[in-house]
């Protein structure tokens, strides 16, 4: 038998939506009706993404989008959460990709015919090839044009969507990708990463501006990951290392956000790794949100490092962990809201991303996946306490819908609900989906 998911009252409101999530590149498919983007070089670059596949089919969701609409509906969620794909609608000649954006404006009317809400994030790290060609998130111009792409996506969709995000995780776009290269672009640099990272920044601020004129009644904010990081003595040392590695790493996009400032540390960068700050950038980045994203999957130990400051540690060898690798602490969730609620004067938090990725098998026609029904189960209590603390959380949203294109972990790791058999194109709901859809479906019954 499937284990009962048990949440807490307040999570237990049909007034508080529960959803799921995915993006583009990594369940559409269907590379031939788009311009390339990043994420298509990359997958073409030997030994950049581990099983050496690339996004051409991924889910196959561009043909097959209505019964995954349907599959989301009858699961019994409130709301589903997708990205758009810039490359997918701004063409490298400039002109709109008409067949590209009425995909998402049919996918946004059948949400509606189905009652369920629409959270459309604009930017899921598939940046136009044409546009890395000219230098990518390192060249200011990218924040200009993602203002004109998100000018024509928000008058097309007027009066389907419920909730924008600007941004996911730019943190990852500017540090895994230009700083570290481990995703697309693949630049490596220190001297790149926190310049990546403004101009995303920026495009941020802009995108907020073009919301607030083109969708005013539409919630509107950007989605940051938060990885909380602990010293790994009780040492000054690391403690330093660990308040270095969260500026670095979280603090770094949710303070000039929310405050309009960046993290001290700023000053203390070497010339040639400070952003280029124009006069106004902060103040467009500081526009006011009507709601934070959180997403969150982990935390990390942090030790004391005489080469960078901080140096972070693999999980210890007791502790329980993903396919990822990812230590599973659902805590440190709770915490991480009450901190940022302690630390800012904070808009509501929506919870946009929480789930887990597992080794999940198809057996006889079913997949068990018994460890991610409880971390979804001690995650979404890790929430209810936060709540219960005073923290305003507004939404919740399971990472993901389908297992998908994993990035640089190619097809390998499997963070889907719905399991998707590559071969057949087949989707199976894996146990955790059924447990979520009787939660659900109790829910709906007793409101
Ligand atoms: S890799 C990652 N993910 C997964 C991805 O499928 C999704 O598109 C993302 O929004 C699941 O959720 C997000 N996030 C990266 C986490 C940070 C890695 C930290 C590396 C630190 C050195």
Same mark, same amino acid.
């Given at each position: ?23 583009s ?7 031939d ?32 989008w209505?019964?995954d609409?349907?599959l989301?509906?009858s ?13 997918r ?11 590209g ?9 059948a ?10 994030t ?12 000219k ?14 792409y998100v ?23 500017a540090y ?17 990463g ?6 995303l ?18 919630t ?7 990885? #909380?990081y602990y +010293? ?5 040392a690391?403690? *330093?290392?660990?308040k %270095?590695?969260?500026?670095h @790493?979280? $603090? ?25 700050i124009h006069?106004?950038d ?18 990390s130990f ?12 693999p999980?210890?060898?007791d502790? #329980?962990?993903? +396919?990822m690798g990812w230590?599973?602490f659902p805590? *440190?969730?709770?915490? %991480?809201?009450?901190?940022? @609620?302690? $630390?800012?004067?904070?808009p ?7 789930g ?22 001690d ?6 306490e ?9 939404a919740y ?6 297992d ?7 097809y ?5 609900i719905?399991?998707v ?14 447990a979520?859809?009787?939660w ?8």
């Amino acid at each position: 038998m499937t284990k009962n998911l048990t949440i807490n009252q307040r999570l237990n409101s049909n007034l508080f939506p529960v959803g799921v999530a995915t993006s583009s590149f990594q369940i559409e498919g269907a590379r031939d009706g788009r311009e390339a983007s990043i994420w298509d070089t990359f997958c073409a670059t030997p030994g950049a993404v581990k099983d050496g596949s690339d996004g051409n089919v991924a889910c196959d969701h561009i043909h097959r989008w209505q019964d995954d609409i349907e599959l989301v509906s009858s699961l019994g969620f409130d709301a589903y959460r997708f990205s758009v794909s810039w490359p997918r609608i701004m063409k490298a000649c400039g002109s709109v990709n008409q067949t590209g954006l009425a995909f998402y404006v049919d996918l946004l009317k059948a949400l509606k015919d189905k009652g369920l809400k629409a959270y459309v994030t604009l930017y899921h790290w598939d940046l136009p090839q044409y546009l890395e060609d000219k230098g990518g998130w390192l060249n200011r111009e990218t924040a200009l044009a993602f203002a004109e792409y998100v000018d024509v996506v928000s008058k097309a969709f007027n009066g389907y969507v419920d909730c924008y995000a600007t941004l996911n995780e730019p943190f990852c776009s500017a540090y895994l990708g230009y700083e570290i290269g481990v995703h697309a672009p693949g630049k490596v640099g220190k001297q790149f990463g926190k310049k990546a990272a403004h101009h995303l920044l920026l495009a941020h601020g802009m995108a907020m501006q073009v919301l607030r004129r083109n969708a005013p009644d539409v919630t509107s904010g950007i989605v940051l990951n938060f990885t #909380p990081y602990y +010293a790994s003595t009780a040492s000054e040392a690391d403690a *330093a290392a660990a308040k %270095l590695a969260h500026d670095h @790493h979280n $603090d770094w996009y949710v303070k000039p956000v929310l405050t309009g400032c960046y993290p001290d540390i700023l000053h203390t960068l070497p010339e040639n790794e400070k952003p280029d700050i124009h006069d106004g950038d902060l103040a467009l980045i500081n526009a006011p949100l009507d709601y934070l994203g959180v997403n969150y999957y982990t935390r990390s130990f942090v030790a004391a490092c005489s080469h960078d400051g901080f140096r972070i540690l693999p999980p210890a060898a007791d502790a #329980p962990v993903s +396919a990822m690798g990812w230590e599973i602490f659902p805590n *440190a969730l709770r915490d %991480l809201l009450l901190q940022l @609620h302690r $630390d800012y004067d904070l808009p509501p938090v929506q919870i946009t991303e929480n789930g887990m990725a597992c080794d999940d098998a198809l057996i006889n026609g079913e997949v068990d996946d018994p460890v991610r029904v409880q971390y979804l189960q001690d995650h979404m209590n890790a929430v209810a306490e936060a709540m219960e603390a005073g923290v305003d959380v507004t939404a919740y949203f399971v990472w993901s819908l389908l297992d998908n294109f994993e990035w640089a972990e190619g097809y390998l790791k499997r963070f889907g609900i719905v399991y998707v058999d590559y071969d057949t194109q087949q989707r199976i709901p894996k146990r955790s989906a059924l447990a979520l859809q009787r939660w659900l479906t109790r829910r709906k019954a007793s409101n």
